[in-house]
């Protein structure tokens, strides 16, 4: 997974309804190459459904969490990029202070989350981390 990849993840999460030419706009891409990275994501299971939530579904999809990350310096680009690349990571915070970046994440469940923790922790540089699972959103947007 690179970093086009990434991108046209990112807008489909916000939008699984864009069009090809818009993410192919947005991307900097060709639609014919837009068009075979989704192919290739599907083919591969990184993306299992195209669907929409409604405003209460959101709220109570699955496990959300903040994931705390300290990273040894050298290789926090390196993280980075590796956090950027799981799917479960809906954003990738940079911070000063006590943590390196805030990860948010999102898993189908307990034992997904539980997965999704366990492939943090091996990234190599990373140092240690804190998680929290968010129980209730009194707000949204």
Known sequence: MDDLDRDILGALRQNARLPVASLAAMTGASRATVSARIDRLVANGTIAAFTILTGKEIQ???????????????????????????????????????????????DKDLAGFDETLRRIRLIEGINLTESSILLKTSKIG
Not at 70 to 94: T, Y
């Open 60 to 106: 109570s999809a699955g496990v959300r969490a903040i994931v705390m990350i300290e990273v040894v310096g050298k290789f926090a680009d390196r993280v980075a990029h590796q956090l950027r690349g799981l799917p479960q990571v809906r954003a990738l915070h940079s911070t000063n202070g006590r943590w390196d970046f805030i990860a948010e994440l999102e």
